[in-house]
């Protein structure tokens, strides 16, 4: 979802290696971003390689939450090398048909690591998300039993003693096949009332950034990971998160 509706087998051998080992007689992943390029070098059998470099992908999208989940820009580069991450992810999909298991692979608490939802120049001006407002999580909660979803979106506003608040989006959605649901805007509110009064000038410029109605693509889950794609080309990547944080 936009923040949308919005996964890799587990091998022991390749948890242990993946950041000492080069995967021999395969492709190897170059993290540029993460230190300059790491290549692994000691020798993985070829049938275990596929797990070992979608652990380097995970390991190097989870990175992205350190620049702002890409929300206010980055390099072209950086953004050419997380899409693709997610592209490689995404041809080893363990959950080919993701709507089937909801259940058991979606239902919860997750965090969005990274989007191509951008809040740049003027926008992020008008909305004080310069210096005066920062953004914090986002959250999403995933009900399947009730085709629920919620958004949570943090706020602080350092000028007023540090007041923090949150977007809370509700959604409701529906299967339509094997990989796509759509989603239907049910409601929106701001609290407190302190930060709904600093935004509601351009509530609607807000509202609109983080509108999640419309259809998402499920295009990769697993147990700790989810990539989804909308109807307006944008990408989000999720993780696991414990709901006591939200």
Not at 40 to 68: H, I, M, T
Not at 125 to 132: Q, V
Not at 188 to 194: A, E, F, H, K, L
């Amino acid at each position: 979802m936009a923040a949308s509706l919005v996964f890799l087998p587990f091998l022991p051998f390749a948890a242990h290696c993946r950041r000492r080992c080069r995967i021999a007689s395969t492709p190897t992943l170059s993290t540029s971003g993460r230190g300059g390029g790491r290549l692994f070098s000691c020798a993985v059998p070829p049938d275990q390689a596929p797990a070992v470099v979608g652990y380097e992908a995970k390991d190097a999208l989870y990175a992205a939450e350190g620049v702002n989940r890409g929300i206010f820009g980055m390099t072209s580069e950086k953004r050419s090398e997380i899409h693709a991450l997610v592209e490689l992810l995404e041809s080893r999909n363990p959950t080919p048909e993701p709507t089937d298991k909801l259940q058991d692979k979606v239902d919860g608490c997750w965090r969005l690591i990274y989007s191509t939802i951008s809040i740049l120049g003027k926008k992020r001006t008008k909305l004080g998300l310069r210096d005066f407002i920062s953004l914090g999580d986002f959250f999403q909660m995933i009900d399947v039993k009730e085709e629920k979803a919620i958004n949570v979106i943090k706020f602080s506003a350092r000028a007023l003693k540090i007041l923090s608040g949150q977007l809370t989006i509700e959604a409701s959605y529906k299967i339509t096949n094997k990989t796509r649901v759509d989603i239907t805007l049910k409601s929106s509110t701001i609290t407190p009332d302190q930060l709904m009064n600093i935004f509601q000038k351009n509530y609607d410029m807000l509202l609109a950034i983080f509108n999640p109605e419309g259809w998402l693509e499920i295009t990769y889950v697993d147990e700790s990971l989810r990539i989804g794609r909308d109807d307006k080309a944008n990408i989000f990547v999720l993780e696991r998160a414990d709901p006591s944080e939200v």
